[in-house]
């Protein structure tokens, strides 16, 4: 077969960038300018590296219109890192504040919670696993003892392909959600929560870097046993600059918010988003069951979309072709299997579009 | 006065990069490849990634002549977040190894002992300020407690300007060091350490990783609170990939690498680094008292050059005159005053060279 003319890469994370920050990333960051120094040689207690996180805060502020009572911290590491992190921070023994409430929704909700296990009395109030509605309890429904610390969802699970089709109600009891894979994929009601983190590699930039936007009352929690790296209240303080901070991550993410901004903000990523995630998932839905979607249409993920062939044998060929034809990384994860396409907002039409017809042509020969 | 022709950049870290490293940077990281794909959007446990990781691994390994038995993580974050990092690994208190010796030349190494004391007992072993000889204990004569779960020194005290002439031997007590301002500008013994690690932003790359080598024989300690990415044992069984790498960062570290080696390697960079330090003291020390090198000669930093003017009135006037020269940030940190020029590998002789001329100028001029 000949070489494709475009290749699109479907990688869940890191992932595709936008093709216009790839553009500009080379002299953004590694040409020298008139003080002889790039972006990434200058101090960072200087102006012109303070100038840049603050773009990148401010930037990112009005994208998600982010209330006034919350800080934003650009922090070293992944969104791992705040799988401790965070019981680290919000725990507060001297308050009674000593169960966390977690809701295991797939791969990533119960990494979380296994950490979070190593620090903290974990209480699972939630289970669900795509293939029934989220009714047991149901979202908004949901009893979170008090005297919990927080109450943690995976907003989506990036292995699982599910995501929650609305926030739970957890009354007193702040809501703290890991959104790596759904951040700025759409708009997003950042008071519903106490704490939300984001790791670089998805919709943000390259990997190195995780957002933080936690409510300022929450920084008043004595967080005694958090690396001072880790601790919130300490970043805050110092503007997430208790030490150097990942500037090559921030200053392309920075970018990439510019981006989305320029492309018309969140409800624009959000409209092309709805109407990638539909086509590929009616090209699914109308294949006869050659292809099938494990999760219940209700809490199917607009950004990890998973399936399967009906004929699991026929995997390893799909994954072959489809590379010759110019579609990488689709191989679903280890733990679930099957296949997945990730559409993040730098992945456009065209290359959905170019999957849906590889799959119709697919099919038309292994059918 | 015109523009001046170059501009030498002393910062102190995030530190000047080789010109050879940024020509290249740019097409490294962000010009896609035939999958359709930058380094940067690739899988972390795909192969690409992978080889990215031990091509930095092997080259630093060459480079330092690390012995087989210590293992080399790339973790991201900054040196400080080894400062919490190192006691969460290496006390044992099953083993009543509770306390942690600690030695204090100035800055970094106080900044590491406080993070310290918030999970061990710390024991301050020596203490020096680098202007009277390192004789309170000698160094290769400390008495460090058995008990002692590890000893801690800061090499070089990039705040202070003050390094170590020579390694403590502290018998059965695995020496850990800070080498983040001094690693790569020389050869070094790694088998006198248990444990170093240094962060990116002086002779590595740009800031985002540290680089941590640790006997194999401390990884069997048990790292209860360890948070999971900054455990040392999960991430060398895992080739320090427990979750995604900061990408970015590691691989301009290995550009840098592959730089160093083309260069001669670590005897050519300790070459080049005396000679612009002998330089630079030496033209601090014949200026009759105008400039004076607080320091004691013994103990003088090769990378971190302190000095001050005797007349500490004309330190701005220096520093703007300075940077209409085109020398820029030779600010002392603000907790010494005065100035510093920083030296690491990718200073040429030709910018050290600038800097005497003009302060021989400036001494004309104002002195």
């Given amino acids: 077969m000949s070489s494709p003319s475009a290749v699109w890469n479907f990688a869940s994370g890191p992932a595709r960038l936008p093709d216009a920050v790839l553009a500009r990333a080379g002299d953004v960051l590694f040409r020298r300018g008139a003080d002889g120094a790039t972006a990434i040689e200058r101090p960072f207690t200087g102006t012109a590296v303070r100038a ?121 009891v702040p809501l703290v959600a890991d959104v790596t894979s759904c951040f700025l994929s759409a708009p997003l009601d950042i008071s519903r929560f106490g704490l939300l983190y984001a790791s670089a590699q998805k919709n943000i930039g390259p990997s190195g870097m995780t957002v933080v936007i936690v409510r300022e009352d929450l920084l008043r929690r004595p967080a005694q046993s958090a690396p001072s790296p880790l601790c919130y209240r300490l970043q805050a303080e110092q503007d997430g600059c208790i030490n150097t901070p990942p500037v090559m991550a921030i200053h392309l993410a920075a970018l990439v918010f510019e981006w989305i901004a320029e492309l018309g903000g969140l409800s624009a990523m959000a409209e092309t988003n709805r109407r990638k995630a539909a086509l590929l998932y009616q090209a699914i839905d109308s294949s006869d069951g050659f292809y099938t979607a494990p999760i219940l249409v209700a809490h199917r993920s607009m950004t990890n979309v998973r399936f399967h062939l009906a004929d699991d044998s026929l995997t390893e060929r ?15 994860h280890r733990h679930v299997g099957g296949l997945r396409a990730s559409l993040y907002n730098a992945m456009p039409l065209a290359g959905v579009g170019a999957l849906i017809d590889f799959m119709k042509e697919f099919r038309q020969s292994n059918g």
């Fill in 52 to 172: 840049v996180l603050e773009s990148a805060r401010e930037r990112l502020t009005q994208l998600l219109e982010i209330p006034a009572n919350y800080r934003v911290l650009f922090l070293a590491g992944g969104a791992m890192q705040q799988f401790s992190a965070v019981p680290l921070n919000l725990l507060d023994p001297d308050s009674d504040l000593r169960t966390a409430a977690y809701a295991d929704s797939g791969y990533w909700s119960r990494r979380a919670m296994q950490e979070a296990a190593r620090f903290a009395e974990v209480s699972v109030i939630a289970r669900h696993d795509g293939r029934e509605a989220l009714a047991a309890p149901a979202v908004g429904k949901w009893h979170v003892p008090t005297g919990c610390a927080y109450c943690h969802i995976t907003a989506n699970e990036t292995v699982d392909g599910l995501a929650y089709p609305a926030w739970p109600d957890t009354g007193e």
């Fill in 318 to 332: 799909f994954l072959i072709d489809a590379e010759q034809a110019g579609l990488t990384n689709l191989r679903g």
